[in-house]
């Protein structure tokens, strides 16, 4: 609710960023709300007659719907910027199913990982581009933080210096591809074009994106996979 509340307090702002959740709670609540007020309209209209109660949903429905274009617009506008998209993409409305699918997609995608130019990431994930790197020796924040990580990869499993904070964006970088596959497999599900376009729109700038982070760690599949050997030897000893 409060999502909602919140999207309505920006009734018109179309700058800034939403998050996934701040977006589809508001179009959640605004499909219930809608619900409620045709069935109170239908309820209020009882006794004028078919055509009577029929003119008052109608009534109700252009209302509802004019009310909250313009947040829905502006919602929909900070949720692209949020992916790193221009208002434009708010266009594609206008074309039939294709259109909608790629909004879809767009709409479904993660936040984009720190700071872009339309604002700072609101999930406050590394939206201090500028924080010092944190030293191999302290590694009291960094053990915490990859708990939750089912790979549990650590910058000393690569046996020399990385960069801590460029290390674990690339980690994050990885699993949102990860759970993109994921997704792009369910949209090969339902057919093929569908799943050619998340590859392409989405798959594939995500796939750039964490290849690029890999660059600029300077490390290799062949790092990867010796630092996977040096992370699960270190899990071992930690166990006896």
Not at 151 to 158: I, K, M, N, R
Not at 175 to 194: C, D, H, R, S
Request: glycine share 8%.
């Amino acid at each position: 609710m409060k999502w909602f509340i919140k999207c309505l307090k920006h009734y018109a702002d179309f700058s800034g960023r939403a998050q996934r959740k701040e977006y589809w709670m508001f179009a959640l609540f605004s499909i219930i709300f809608l619900f409620a007020w045709l069935v109170l309209s239908s309820g209020l209209s009882v006794g004028r007659g078919e055509q009577g109660q029929q003119s008052a949903i109608t009534i109700a429905w252009w209302t509802y719907i004019l009310a909250l274009f313009i947040p829905s617009l502006a919602v929909g506008v900070r949720r692209l910027h949020d992916i790193g998209k221009s208002s434009w993409w708010m266009l594609l409305a206008l074309i039939p199913i294709i259109g909608w699918l790629v909004l879809f997609i767009f709409f479904v995608i993660n936040s984009e990982w720190g700071s872009n130019k339309y604002g700072d990431n609101p999930k406050g994930m590394e939206n201090n581009e500028n924080s010092p790197t944190k030293p191999l020796s302290d590694y009291s924040t960094i053990e915490n933080t990859v708990d939750n990580d089912k790979s549990g990869l650590t910058p000393e499993d690569f046996e020399r210096y990385l960069d801590a904070s460029l290390f674990f964006e690339w980690k994050e970088s990885v699993k949102k591809l990860n759970k993109l596959l994921w997704i792009q497999a369910g949209f090969y599900l339902l057919g093929i074009l569908p799943g050619i376009l998340f590859a392409i729109i989405v798959t594939n700038k995500q796939g750039k994106k964490t290849l690029n982070l890999q660059i600029r760690l300077g490390i290799t599949n062949g790092d990867i996979k010796q630092a996977r050997v040096n992370c699960k030897n270190r899990i071992k000893m930690r166990r006896l």
